[in-house]
Protein backbone atom coordinates (compact mmCIF):
# COMPACT_ATOMS: atom_id res chain seq x y z
CA UNK A 1 0.00 0.00 0.00
CA UNK A 2 1.82 3.57 -1.19
CA UNK A 3 1.43 6.42 1.39
CA UNK A 4 -0.48 9.21 0.54
CA UNK A 5 0.87 12.65 -0.86
CA UNK A 6 0.50 15.49 1.09
CA UNK A 7 -2.12 16.64 -1.64
CA UNK A 8 -4.25 13.61 -1.21
CA UNK A 9 -3.93 14.30 2.48
CA UNK A 10 -5.09 18.09 2.44
CA UNK A 11 -7.77 17.18 -0.17
CA UNK A 12 -9.21 14.45 2.27
CA UNK A 13 -8.89 17.08 4.97
CA UNK A 14 -10.79 19.66 3.08
CA UNK A 15 -13.41 16.81 2.28
CA UNK A 16 -13.76 15.77 5.76
CA UNK A 17 -14.26 19.57 6.97
CA UNK A 18 -16.93 20.71 4.23
CA UNK A 19 -18.55 17.35 5.99
CA UNK A 20 -18.49 18.41 9.45
CA UNK A 21 -19.67 21.62 8.12
CA UNK A 22 -22.76 20.41 6.31
CA UNK A 23 -23.53 18.17 9.30
CA UNK A 24 -23.50 21.07 11.57
CA UNK A 25 -25.84 23.07 9.05
CA UNK A 26 -28.14 19.96 9.59
CA UNK A 27 -28.22 20.09 12.73
CA UNK A 28 -28.84 23.47 13.67
CA UNK A 29 -32.22 23.53 11.04
CA UNK A 30 -34.24 21.52 13.05
CA UNK A 31 -33.33 23.30 16.39
CA UNK A 32 -34.83 27.03 15.51
CA UNK A 33 -31.95 28.29 12.66
CA UNK A 34 -34.19 26.62 9.17
CA UNK A 35 -32.48 29.01 7.25
CA UNK A 36 -29.12 27.99 8.43
CA UNK A 37 -26.43 27.38 5.60
CA UNK A 38 -22.96 26.76 4.43
CA UNK A 39 -21.07 29.91 3.60
CA UNK A 40 -17.98 29.30 1.55
CA UNK A 41 -16.97 32.68 0.73
CA UNK A 42 -13.06 33.29 1.92
CA UNK A 43 -13.11 35.92 4.72
CA UNK A 44 -16.70 34.96 6.33
CA UNK A 45 -17.61 33.06 9.04
CA UNK A 46 -18.87 29.26 8.09
CA UNK A 47 -22.38 29.92 8.69
CA UNK A 48 -25.30 31.96 7.59
CA UNK A 49 -28.60 32.05 9.36
CA UNK A 50 -27.70 31.07 12.46
CA UNK A 51 -28.46 34.54 14.10
CA UNK A 52 -26.18 37.69 14.77
CA UNK A 53 -23.03 35.27 15.53
CA UNK A 54 -19.71 34.61 13.87
CA UNK A 55 -19.55 30.55 13.92
CA UNK A 56 -16.70 29.00 12.57
CA UNK A 57 -16.51 24.90 12.33
CA UNK A 58 -13.24 22.70 12.60
CA UNK A 59 -11.97 19.63 12.75
CA UNK A 60 -8.58 21.07 13.19
CA UNK A 61 -6.82 19.56 16.71
CA UNK A 62 -6.80 21.39 20.14
CA UNK A 63 -3.72 23.36 19.03
CA UNK A 64 -5.13 25.39 16.43
CA UNK A 65 -8.46 26.68 18.42
CA UNK A 66 -6.83 30.22 19.63
CA UNK A 67 -5.87 30.35 15.29
CA UNK A 68 -9.47 29.51 14.46
CA UNK A 69 -11.11 31.84 17.41
CA UNK A 70 -8.79 34.87 15.72
CA UNK A 71 -10.54 34.21 12.31
CA UNK A 72 -13.57 34.07 13.60
CA UNK A 73 -13.28 37.22 15.87
CA UNK A 74 -11.79 39.17 12.19
CA UNK A 75 -15.32 37.46 10.84
CA UNK A 76 -17.30 38.51 13.36
CA UNK A 77 -16.08 42.14 13.10
CA UNK A 78 -16.15 42.54 9.06
CA UNK A 79 -19.86 41.52 9.39
CA UNK A 80 -20.51 43.92 12.02
CA UNK A 81 -21.63 41.10 14.67
CA UNK A 82 -20.60 41.42 18.35
CA UNK A 83 -20.85 37.48 19.28
CA UNK A 84 -18.71 35.02 17.46
CA UNK A 85 -17.54 31.14 18.26
CA UNK A 86 -15.97 28.24 17.18
CA UNK A 87 -17.53 24.68 16.84
CA UNK A 88 -15.44 22.23 17.40
CA UNK A 89 -15.82 17.91 16.28
CA UNK A 90 -15.91 16.23 19.44
CA UNK A 91 -13.55 13.29 19.55
CA UNK A 92 -16.13 10.73 20.17
CA UNK A 93 -17.83 11.57 17.38
CA UNK A 94 -21.26 10.36 18.42
CA UNK A 95 -23.47 13.23 17.35
CA UNK A 96 -23.55 17.30 17.12
CA UNK A 97 -24.32 17.46 21.51
CA UNK A 98 -20.96 16.32 21.96
CA UNK A 99 -19.41 18.41 19.85
CA UNK A 100 -17.60 21.91 21.51
CA UNK A 101 -18.75 25.39 21.38
CA UNK A 102 -15.53 27.47 22.37
CA UNK A 103 -15.50 31.17 23.11
CA UNK A 104 -13.59 33.61 24.56
CA UNK A 105 -14.02 34.55 28.07
CA UNK A 106 -14.86 38.04 26.98
CA UNK A 107 -17.43 36.78 24.91
CA UNK A 108 -18.56 33.91 27.03
CA UNK A 109 -19.53 36.50 30.26
CA UNK A 110 -21.76 39.03 28.37
CA UNK A 111 -23.82 36.13 27.24
CA UNK A 112 -23.91 34.47 30.33
CA UNK A 113 -24.94 37.68 32.36
CA UNK A 114 -27.62 38.45 30.17
CA UNK A 115 -28.92 34.65 29.85
CA UNK A 116 -29.41 35.17 34.34
CA UNK A 117 -31.08 38.34 33.75
CA UNK A 118 -33.49 37.00 31.01
CA UNK A 119 -33.98 33.82 33.64
CA UNK A 120 -34.50 35.98 36.49
CA UNK A 121 -36.84 38.46 34.58
CA UNK A 122 -38.99 35.39 33.27
CA UNK A 123 -38.97 33.34 36.65
CA UNK A 124 -40.37 36.26 38.37
CA UNK A 125 -42.82 37.08 35.32
CA UNK A 126 -44.06 33.70 35.81
CA UNK A 127 -44.64 33.60 39.71
CA UNK A 128 -46.11 37.27 39.33
CA UNK A 129 -48.50 35.17 37.25
CA UNK A 130 -49.05 31.95 39.19
CA UNK A 131 -49.82 34.64 42.41
CA UNK A 132 -52.34 36.27 40.32
CA UNK A 133 -53.86 33.20 38.93
CA UNK A 134 -54.50 31.68 42.07
CA UNK A 135 -55.83 34.69 43.83
CA UNK A 136 -58.13 34.53 40.83
CA UNK A 137 -59.13 31.55 40.99
CA UNK A 138 -59.72 31.40 44.66
CA UNK A 139 -61.80 35.02 44.37
CA UNK A 140 -63.82 32.57 41.49
CA UNK A 141 -64.69 30.30 44.00
CA UNK A 142 -65.92 32.46 46.34
CA UNK A 143 -67.68 33.98 44.34
CA UNK A 144 -69.45 30.72 43.50
CA UNK A 145 -70.49 29.63 46.79
Given at each position: ???????????????AGRHYMLSLTE??????????????????????????????????????????????????????????????????????????????LGVFWPLWTRLEELEAATSGG????????????????????
Amino acid sequence: MSERTRQQLGAASQRAGRHYMLSLTEWFRPRGKPDASLQTQQGRSDFHGVGPIGLEATISPWSRISGKLDQAADDAAARGLRWFAVVKRGERRRGREDDYAVLRLGVFWPLWTRLEELEAATSGGRAEYDRGFEAGFRFGKEQAS
